[in-house]
């Protein structure tokens, strides 16, 4: 079952910071998110894999709640270089590896 | 991580023909995944590859359609028999690179398909 992402689009000037989320009715194994540019691959951010786990890769961070539902994605700070389509991806045990991704975020930021 | 390539990039194609796309990977990796994002849209995985074993399809995928070999641990190819405009899409293809913890994906730089 796909996850839904939130919101669809944001737009930002440099500097202001936003969030993303990622839902699922299930409890899920895994939370993976990446970036894509335009017309380029998904690039890999983080993982989470924990209930209550937070992770942060330079201004940008990543939150699992404790039920295992629910990944949000912080841009601090953002950077004109934030600009892309975020997608997480997400895993349930019983599918072994596979990820299904949720329907992405796409945010610009401005100068 | 793993460095992936795909080829061609990019190809257009008339309708009722067959394109090969080829994924190689730098090391060896036991997952291969293939995946179909069409223009504006999320990433959908349309099968598992893994090797010396028959490629695991998802719902709405079918062989006939995508077939896909799994010659050995570095390389893999997905067929898009039979191509309609329907099929124009990217065509990416991951890796699964098993960490210490856990495992992620990913993903080569796609494969950029237009049926006319």
């Known amino acids: 079952q796909q996850p839904v992402q939130s919101p669809q689009a944001v737009i930002l000037r440099e500097g202001e910071d936003a969030v993303i989320n990622c839902s699922s009715s299930?409890?899920?194994?895994?939370v993976h998110w990446y970036r894509q540019k335009h017309g380029e691959a998904p690039v890999f951010l983080m993982i989470?894999?924990?209930?209550?786990e937070q992770k942060g890769h330079e201004k940008i961070s990543a939150s699992f709640n404790e039920k295992k539902q629910q990944s949000s994605l912080y841009l601090t700070a953002s950077q004109l270089s934030y600009s892309g389509t975020y997608f997480c991806g997400t895993a349930i045990k019983a599918a072994g590896n596979k990820l299904t991704f949720g329907g992405g975020t796409r945010v610009l930021v401005k100068p | 991580s793993a460095v992936i390539s795909q080829k061609p990039s990019r190809d257009i194609c008339q309708r009722g023909t067959s394109l090969t796309i080829q994924c190689q990977v730098d090391s060896q990796v036991t997952m291969m995944f293939w995946y179909r994002q069409q223009p504006g849209q999320s990433l959908t995985l349309i099968a598992t590859a893994n090797q010396g074993s028959e490629a695991t399809y998802e719902s709405g995928f079918v062989i006939d359609k995508f077939p896909i070999s799994r010659p050995n641990l570095t390389f893999s190819t997905l067929t898009v028999s039979n191509m309609s405009p329907e099929d124009s899409s990217i065509y990416l293809c991951?890796?699964?690179?098993?960490?210490?913890?856990?495992?992620?994906?990913?993903f080569g730089p796609g494969t950029r398909l237009t049926v006319l």
């Open positions: 991951s890796v699964e690179d098993r960490g210490s913890i856990t495992d992620t994906q990913y």
């Open positions: 989470l894999l924990k209930g209550g």
């Open positions: 299930k409890a899920l194994y895994s």
